[in-house]
């Protein structure tokens, strides 16, 4: 028995490669994406998404699908409207942290609860539109404990146990 190879046919180089000619251009112009015209209609162009004649939509948001849910990641509510920060959410969270730092002023206090209420309010009314819930909590909650520090301190001056002046001098 012989353990040599057969020998090439006409088709064939030795090394076993192919001596055939390309195949022939297809006879119909091939659509190109970075051509300034549409892509032909039928069958003739390249596969892809959303060309006529492949039961495809277009491009966008695939049938059957609902839109993104409100305050979806983004910035970008409902139906694809950018988000805005709600003005009262923004004085709330303001107002609260003046209210904790100007303890015995707590009617600034009084305004963060107020305005993060109706923040608050507004921003669920908004159907995705408006986005600063957290600001508003954050205000709310701030202004409360600031009332509850303006209280305190002014408990403390009635009573005697401070005289609520403050005296920053050494001597």
Known sequence: MSN????????????????????????????NPQSAGPPPSGSGGEPGYGQPGYGQPGYGQPPGYPPPPPGAPGGYGAYGVPQKTSPLAIVSLV??????????????????IVTGSIGRNQIKQSNGQ????????????????????GIGYWILIATGAINGEFNFSTS
């Open 4 to 31: 040599e190879y057969p020998p090439p046919t006409p088709e064939q180089d030795p090394a076993g490669q192919s001596n055939q000619p390309p195949p022939p251009p297809p006879s119909e112009p091939q659509w």
């Open 95 to 112: 107002l609260g942290i003046v209210g904790i730092c100007c303890g015995q002023l707590f009617v600034l206090s009084i305004g963060a």
């Open 130 to 149: 408006l986005k600063g819930g957290g600001m508003a909590l954050a205000g709310l909650i701030l202004g409360v404990v600031g009332i509850v520090v």
